[in-house]
């Protein structure tokens, strides 16, 4: 049986990008593949909001984490000091990786399903000297979006280095690297729209400028490496430094001309109004969202009725027909479950959603009233249409 995989991340892809996977692998230093690979670049940096004439776009072959290591290890040197705004599993990680080089890592936690508070952030730069700070746009473990337009506005005049986390929101949310920010990633699994395997970002200027001063302990990430490749590719002569991966690439070219040709603004407008009635229809059947007011609209973070199985939840939802993904945040993994809701997201794909978690819900002894996501949802849904 079809299942629909609600997942954040890998997502269901559009056809042509799955067909371009499938095309015969070309040579990855033919003309034909450098033009395919120039576009891509070209496009990464539109969607970024960023400009090729004065930042560095990369696509390489890896995960969200590789994206992660590329996008610090080449900025700062050993034993900086460093900031990361933490809200869930993903801030995490930063500490875990900055721990590799640093003992100096302070933290900004807010409350489980809360944003950071830009004010915090302004004044914890203006009484420490950080040479980087990492923010997660949306916390995939969490559904919680940062308000990174005013973290970079707050962050302004300082001489700390903005890193964002855009794994779950660059091509899903608004984003703009104009509002300040200096390194930004994601990966092409999530809205992207490509199947999984590249880290795909973008290093502004002052980023660059920094660099250039520093020699990162890793090999495969060493952006200068990448640098050459970008640079040269961009160029159209093309450049090596790992063999790229061919067919991804072909599709993630497929996908970001598919993003372009929908329109950001348009795009956006869908994420936000697919992820409003799914919240409705959530809140309709009596759950509860983790994050309180700063919601996502590229992935949700449900707690399951007390006393409910999550594992049999999962798995019976499964069985309807749709793929959700287990909680993620230690000690609470349990009581919660997680939607993805980006990409091609659409209103057929958010309410059959909603009637499996009803449904999943009922055959594990929970009283959901049949029919009450969804009647939410389509109010929702029927205001816009
Ligand atoms: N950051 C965020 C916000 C993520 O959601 C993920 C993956 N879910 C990562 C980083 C790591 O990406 P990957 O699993 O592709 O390594």
Redesign the pocket.
């Known amino acids: 049986m079809r299942k629909l995989l609600m997942i ?2 890998p997502i269901e892809y559009e056809s042509n990008v799955l067909n371009a996977m499938s095309l015969p692998t070309i040579s990855h230093s033919s003309p034909e593949f450098i033009s395919i690979y120039r576009e891509a670049l070209q496009n990464v940096s539109t969607v970024f909001g960023s400009d090729v004439t004065d930042s560095l776009p990369f696509i390489i072959s890896g ?6 290591e590329v996008s610090t290890v080449n900025f700062i040197k050993r034993d900086s000091k460093v900031l990361v705004v933490n809200t869930g599993y ?1 801030g995490d ?1 930063f500490v875990e990786l900055f721990s590799r080089f640093t003992d100096k890592i302070e933290q900004i936690r807010p409350p489980l399903g809360e944003a950071s508070e830009p004010g915090v952030i302004k004044e914890k730069l203006e009484t420490n000297e950080y040479e980087m700070m990492t923010v ?1 746009h ?3 473990s969490t559904g919680v979006r940062n308000d990174v337009r005013k973290i970079a506005e707050a962050s302004r005049g300082s001489e700390t280095l903005l890193v964002v ?1 855009g ?2 929101s660059v091509g899903g949310e608004e984003f703009d690297m104009k509002w300040g920010i200096d390194v930004a990633f994601t ?1 092409s ?2 809205a992207l729209g490509t199947p ?1 395997g590249l880290a795909v970002g973008v290093a502004g200027k002052r980023a660059l400028e920094r660099m250039a001063n520093v020699k990162p302990l890793t090999f495969f990430s060493d952006l200068r490496k990448w640098e050459a490749v970008s640079r040269g590719v961009l160029a159209s002569n093309g450049g090596y430094f790992g063999t790229p991966n061919v067919n991804l690439i072909t599709a993630l070219g497929v996908s970001l001309s598919n993003i372009l040709n929908e329109g950001m603004e348009k795009r956006i407008a869908r994420h936000r109004l697919m992820s409003s009635a799914l919240r409705a229809g959530i809140e309709g059947m009596g759950l509860e969202i983790m994050a309180k007011k700063s919601f996502a609209n590229t992935v949700s973070a449900v707690y399951l009725p007390e006393g409910a199985d999550s594992k049999k939840f999962l798995s019976d939802a499964e069985k309807m027909g749709v793929v959700f993904a287990s909680g993620l945040i230690r000690g609470i993994a349990g009581k919660y479950f997680r939607i993805g809701h980006m990409g091609s997201i659409n209103s057929t794909e958010v309410l059959l959603s909603l009637s499996a978690i009803e449904r999943a819900l009922n055959k594990g002894g929970k009283n959901i009233r049949t029919g009450s996501g969804l009647i939410a949802a389509e109010e929702v849904l029927l205001k816009s249409d």
Request: with cysteine.
């Open positions: 954040p991340g995960s969200g984490t590789l994206g992660m993903f990680r997660t949306v916390d995939t986390d794994v779950c990966a699994q999530k999984p």
